[in-house]
């Protein structure tokens, strides 16, 4: 809140009005403003204590009123409509108009219409924390943002995907480049993955791509699992639940740390050349160990620090063996009895 008794205050002791705006962190109209308006009702320093800087407010900028007198949307009728198919904002804000007009009431404008509905969605739109379990639950998806690798002989710059992968209870994250996102660049992330983490959680939350559904046999409410991907889930005997399709908030965790992994690894290395993958991912691990063990900023420790003490030691164990990859593909036999498997 604007301290308009500072700001008066100062006045009266004869400060210009750019230091009582530095001092009050405000604008220099702002301060003229309140100068202005307390000359209009001759307000003079010293003011009686039960005059606070809410009180000033109200009194010398009181809120316009614009819509005292025009009638108000019903939100209810209206949330309900929406959900009608074909009924719009500006239908419901027409047949809202004419209810107006046969009552002799006044009706808000367009903008005003659709600002109060929002207004009434904000109060509906609630988010609940989700605790998390040590060792449970590991999120992955892909980066939004590409790296870059140069090739050495012709100059041709090629994008380098990143995918990552993070613990939701120690935010212990795992960032590796990848020259594609088919499904070998997927299975393998995964693969190295675990091994970085040193053991399995029991859930697996992905992202709902082609790499890891079946889309053709899914739908909304029971995604299929591809057989390489079924075949992952099975080895490491963990159990793969893929998000919603654009519902980011399936896995909050994982998007977040793509925040992180584009501001303080990608962006970090914009201004350095790689030359192949394998030079990329050396930076890339420098910078992700810097990442897991900077402190964190609302609690003490760091992700290395709670990964380790209690979220490792409740991890399953790697089986003996790295997963096979294998990619599973559906042919059909031609007249002359051969199939074709990359165009071969």
């Not at 308006?37 to 800087?53: F, G, H, I």
């Not at 992905?206 to 739908?219: E, G, H, L, W």
Request: proline content about 4%; hydrophobic content about 35%.
């Amino acid at each position: 809140m604007t301290k308009y008794r500072e700001i008066l205050k100062l006045k009266s002791l004869d400060f210009s009005e750019r230091n009582i705006a530095i001092s009050c962190v405000v604008s220099r109209n702002t301060v003229a403003k309140v100068v202005k308006k307390a000359a209009e009702y001759n307000l003079v320093w010293p003011l009686p204590d039960e005059l606070t800087d809410e009180k000033l407010g109200k009194m010398l900028f009181p809120k316009e009123q614009t819509a005292t007198n025009k009638r108000m949307p019903d939100y209810s009728y209206i949330r309900k409509e929406l959900l009608r198919n074909g009924v719009t904002k500006k239908l419901l804000w027409i047949e809202y108009c004419e209810e107006c007009r046969m009552g002799g009431e006044e009706p808000l404008m367009y903008s005003q219409f659709c600002y109060y509905i929002q207004q009434d969605e904000q109060k509906r739109r609630a988010t609940m924390h989700i605790p998390r379990k040590p060792g449970e639950q590991v999120e992955v998806d892909w980066a939004g943002d590409p790296a870059y690798i140069i090739d050495p002989d012709t100059g041709e710059v090629t994008e380098a995907h990143i995918f990552v992968g993070v613990m939701t209870y120690s935010q212990y994250t795992y960032v590796e480049a990848f020259i594609n996102e088919q499904q070998k660049a997927w299975l393998t992330a995964h693969v190295n993955m675990y091994d970085y983490f040193g053991g399995v959680a029991k859930i697996l939350v992905s992202d709902n791509c082609a790499t890891a559904v079946n889309i053709k046999k899914s739908n909304w409410y029971t995604p299929e699992l591809n057989k390489s991907y079924y075949a992952l889930a099975e080895h490491y005997s963990t159990a793969i639940i893929p998000t919603r399709v654009r519902k980011p908030k399936d896995k909050p965790n994982v998007e977040g740390s793509v925040n992180l992994v584009s501001n303080w690894i990608i962006a970090a290395l914009r201004n350095e050349q790689f030359f192949s993958l394998s030079e990329l991912n050396a930076a890339i691990m420098e910078k992700l160990e810097t990442l897991n063990s900077n402190e964190f900023q609302k609690k003490e420790g760091n992700r290395l620090s709670v990964f380790l003490g209690e979220e490792k030691p409740l991890l399953a164990a790697l089986p003996a063996t790295r997963f096979d990859l294998a990619d599973w593909r559906q042919s059909t036999v031609q007249f002359n009895y051969h199939i074709a498997v990359d165009k071969m």
